[in-house]
Structures are given as structure tokens and as C-alpha cells.
């Protein structure tokens, strides 16, 4: 019973962020495609979220599209979290300035969590998932994160992120964690280049503090190369996205 409360309760979150993906509305065929369901499992889920009104249903084009409850159900998290800041529109602007794929990350216990993510419209981009998970002193945006805490903080996280990591070469010296906090804490933002995925690099950089000491990092991400190559001009649009979609408030 339980294991099957959570498959319906994961392909809930699965079909709406497919939704937010594709934003268009979706057959029945295209939405079981996509997520690999059983066809009589996909319809009674989507039959299910029409009666609780979550879906709405078109008879005459067969296809699905969320309703307004899906809109305004979490906008409260958004603008508690980051107030003034438009983060959406700011990810827009990195996005087309860039080019690259924007992702929005926080802390997860040990881990830094994508909760939201912009992907790059070149052929060769990062491709992250919302929701993506990473361990926390092993990536680019963790370790941003990191950044912001004491340093008693940061040995304890480290210490409990390698008594968690069951492969041994994954283990990460704190030592070395330290100099890119150091680095970090210096010049303002970070560049990992393939720290956790081969070829594969991050710029990122740190949000004010929001409500709830949540913390937040705005990153660049895509092939290390390119991210090289254009690192000047990347730098300067973050630079120029916070200062542009922050509040005046946060800035003083």
C-alpha cells in the first residue's frame, strides 16, 4: 500500500512537470509516451486529476491542460521566498543572454537540489532535470551554497556528506573544499569545471537571503569549453541579472 502511494503521488508531480516542459496541452498517448505508463494506468491518473480539478479535459481534441489551481496553488512559496525578485523573468534574461541552460539551486541536507531550471536551446546543452539532486560538496552550486556558512557548518556537512557517499574516490578532502569556499567567498561567484559530470561545467553564483534562512544560487551551466570560452561575458550577466531583478532593498 505504501510503495503504491508513492508511484501515484510521484507520477502526480511526473505528468505536471511534463506539463510545464511541453506547455501545451497533451493527448493521452503523448503524456504515457513521455513518462513510460501503462496506457490504463496514465488514464486513470489523468481521469483522477480532471475530478479533483487539476486537469482540465478537451472531448473534442482529447488532450489535457492544467487548470488555474495548478497556477496559483504554490505562488505563495515564490513570493515569500524571494519577495521582489522576479526570479522567472531573471532566468528569461540569463537564458537569451547566454544562451546557456539557468538553473535555480538550494540546499537539501547534504545535497543541493535544482529546484528550477531554464534549458539551453543549442544542440549541445545541459540538460538537468527540476528537482535533480547533487551532493552538496561535490558540485558547483553546493558548493556555492556552502560558501555562505561558517566554517564549522561547512566541516560538518563535509563530514556527513562522506560518511554518506559509499564510494570512497566520491569523498571529497576538506581541505580542498575550503580553497574553493575561499575562492568562492573572493571572487564572488564559482566555476566548476567537471567537477561531478565529465565536460560539464557551472558558473555559479549566490542570491540574497530569503525568507525561512533558505539560500539560494543562480547558475550557468553547459558544456565546460563554451562556458570558458564566454566566462567574462557569463559573469557579467549574472552580475547585471541580479542587479537588474533584485530589489533596491537587497541591494543595500
Not at 76 to 105: A, H, K, N
Not at 129 to 158: H, N
Amino acid at each position: 500500500m505504501a510503495d503504491a502511494a508513492i508511484k501515484s503521488a510521484r507520477r502526480v508531480f511526473e505528468i505536471m512537470e511534463f506539463f510545464d516542459r511541453a506547455r501545451r496541452p497533451l493527448g493521452l498517448k503523448a503524456i504515457c509516451d513521455e513518462l513510460r505508463y501503462p496506457v490504463s494506468s496514465g488514464a486513470a491518473m489523468l481521469k483522477s486529476l480532471v475530478t479533483l480539478g487539476y486537469l482540465e479535459y478537451d472531448r473534442k481534441t482529447q488532450t489535457y491542460l492544467p487548470t488555474m489551481r495548478i497556477a496559483v496553488l504554490g505562488r505563495w512559496v515564490s513570493e515569500q521566498l524571494f519577495g521582489e525578485i522576479r526570479m522567472l523573468p531573471l532566468m528569461e534574461e540569463l537564458r537569451d543572454r547566454t544562451r546557456e541552460t539557468v538553473i535555480v539551486g538550494t540546499q537539501s541536507d547534504i545535497s543541493a537540489q535544482y529546484v528550477h531550471v531554464l534549458r539551453s536551446n543549442q544542440a549541445l546543452a545541459y540538460s538537468a532535470e527540476p528537482g535533480s539532486l547533487r551532493p552538496l560538496a561535490r558540485c558547483g552550486v553546493g558548493l556555492t551554497l556552502l560558501s555562505s556558512k561558517s566554517d564549522e557548518e561547512i566541516d560538518t556537512l563535509v563530514y556527513r556528506s562522506n560518511h554518506a557517499e559509499p564510494t570512497r574516490s566520491h569523498r571529497v578532502a576538506l581541505k580542498d573544499v575550503m580553497a574553493n569556499i575561499e575562492r568562492i567567498r573572493k571572487q564572488g561567484y564559482f566555476f566548476s569545471r567537471g567537477i561531478y559530470s565529465e565536460g560539464i561545467g557551472v558558473i555559479a553564483m549566490p542570491l540574497p537571503q530569503a525568507p525561512f534562512t533558505r539560500s539560494f544560487v543562480i547558475a550557468l551551466g553547459g558544456p565546460v569549453y563554451r562556458l570558458e570560452r564566454h566566462l567574462d561575458q557569463n559573469v557579467a550577466a549574472l552580475h547585471g541579472a541580479i542587479r537588474r531583478f533584485l530589489p533596491r532593498s537587497a541591494k543595500s
